[in-house]
């Protein structure tokens, strides 16, 4: 009996979890806007899961007035990274959008690979050790991602609502794994109940 009620008191802690991070989808960005320098020779590429699809980003280091701050530039839907964007000289970018925490890597994560600038969690500090000395200075330990990113995978580069400018995407555990767990836990609950 105590079990049950153990088990039952884990799947609702879930289940306000899942609430909880739902919630987040109908608040509205906390919108700001990042203006510098994109910095050439340091394009990297990060993989990652977009709308439940294989993703590529290329993103860019920008010199700010705080620092400076990778930033996403493209999306690329598909296993195979494409050809990362060329910047051959500095250019001027501002946009609006929100900040995110680093990535994290799990046991699970794909081995980077810095040499060919291919990373699978978008973790500045990683990201900033593949550069050279002077530019990996004063890089900052969050990253910027844009309302909008330049998809490249169609007939044509199109801009698109970038996926990961949403508050929610900030959290680790997507709101449907929670939702997962709260009905693992009342299985097992009704399991030992049986």
Do not use: C
């Amino acid at each position: 009996a105590v079990s049950v009620v153990i088990l039952i008191m884990f799947g609702n802690w879930q289940w306000r979890r899942y609430e909880e991070k739902m919630a987040l989808a109908d608040v509205p960005p906390a919108w700001e806007t990042v203006s510098g320098t994109l910095l050439p020779g340091t394009v990297r590429q990060v993989y990652s899961l977009a709308d439940g699809k294989a993703a590529w980003r290329d993103v860019v280091l920008v010199e700010t007035d705080t620092g400076r701050v990778f930033v996403a530039q493209t999306l690329y839907y598909g296993m195979e990274a494409p050809a990362p964007i060329q910047l051959d000289a500095p250019q001027f970018f501002s946009a609006r959008g929100i900040w995110h925490d680093a990535g994290q890597r799990n046991a699970f994560s794909t081995e980077d690979y810095p040499e060919a600038g291919q990373f699978f969690s978008f973790d500045p500090a990683l990201l900033a050790a593949s550069l050279p000395e002077d530019l990996a200075a004063d890089v900052l330990p969050r990253v910027f991602e844009p309302e909008t990113l330049l998809r490249t995978d169609g007939a044509q580069a199109e801009p698109v609502v970038n996926p990961f400018a949403q508050p929610e995407q900030n959290e680790r555990l997507p709101p449907e794994r929670h939702f997962g767990y709260a009905l693992t836990w009342w299985g097992l609950a009704i399991g030992l109940v049986g």
